[in-house]
């Protein structure tokens, strides 16, 4: 039912409204949810493009929103989106997904823009590889972790400075970090934690 909702934002308005009047008022929101489809551009097909533009920009949009107007009467809140390193790099056979995630990234800051005088702050995870589901899909036997870390020539892609694959803790306590009063001075800020594998762009 979630996978549905997130493209629907009036059944995300509606879940945000139960949420927020039912449990408590939220104070906080990720933007966590997010789908690769892999292909090169000539064999992407119109779902593809259609289904990542839903959940990794639209998904953000609704949700946003409908927070955003929770939290704007109490002044008071943090959204934290996660992006993709991706969103400043193009990658080969990532066309669809790093399009959605550079619009969810601009939509992050245009939203952090209008927000800060409400009193709350918005900003960006851009995670590089990180060990899920999502990055394991891609280790094929042509693409294993080793050359994820190693990088490819041929692919135009550095491999990781830091010489290793991301745990989802890395992402998750850098999410934490932007979400709590820790970072109360921070927004409109893109945090990539990808080992240096974007040489710092
Ligand atoms: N893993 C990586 O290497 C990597 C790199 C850069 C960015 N990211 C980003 O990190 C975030 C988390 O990805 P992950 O690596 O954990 O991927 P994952 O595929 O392991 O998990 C994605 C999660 O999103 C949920 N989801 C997908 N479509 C949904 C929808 N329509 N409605 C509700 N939930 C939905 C799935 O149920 C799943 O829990 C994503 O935004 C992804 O783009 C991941």
């Keep these: 039912m979630w996978r549905r909702l997130f493209a629907n934002g009036a059944a995300v308005r509606a879940v945000v409204d139960r949420i927020d009047t039912q449990i408590g008022p939220i104070g906080m929101l990720a933007n966590v949810a997010g789908i690769l489809r892999v292909a090169s551009i000539d064999a992407l097909r119109d779902e593809d493009w259609d289904r990542s533009f839903a959940v ?3 998904g953000v949009f609704h949700l946003s929103r409908a927070v955003a107007q929770r ?4 002044r008071a809140g943090s959204i934290v989106t996660v992006g993709s390193n991706a ?4 990658r080969m056979q990532m066309a669809a997904y790093a399009a959605s995630k550079a619009a969810a990234h601009q939509f992050t800051k245009c939203l952090g823009l209008e927000l800060a005088e409400h009193g709350i702050r918005c900003n960006i995870v851009a995670p590089g590889s990180t060990d899920t589901r999502m990055q394991r899909q891609l280790w094929t036997n042509r693409k294993t972790k080793k050359g994820v ?37 921070v927004t409109l800020h893109s945090l990539c934690v990808d080992g240096g594998a974007t040489l710092g762009v």
């Design 87 to 90: 969103a400043f790099v193009p």
């Design 56 to 58: 990794n920009m639209h």
């Design 71 to 74: 939290m704007m009467p109490r």
């Design 149 to 185: 870390i190693a990088g490819s020539l041929p692919a135009y892609r550095t491999g990781i400075p830091l010489g290793r694959i991301a745990d989802p803790e890395d992402i998750a306590s850098a999410v934490l970090f932007l979400l709590s009063n820790a970072s109360r001075h």
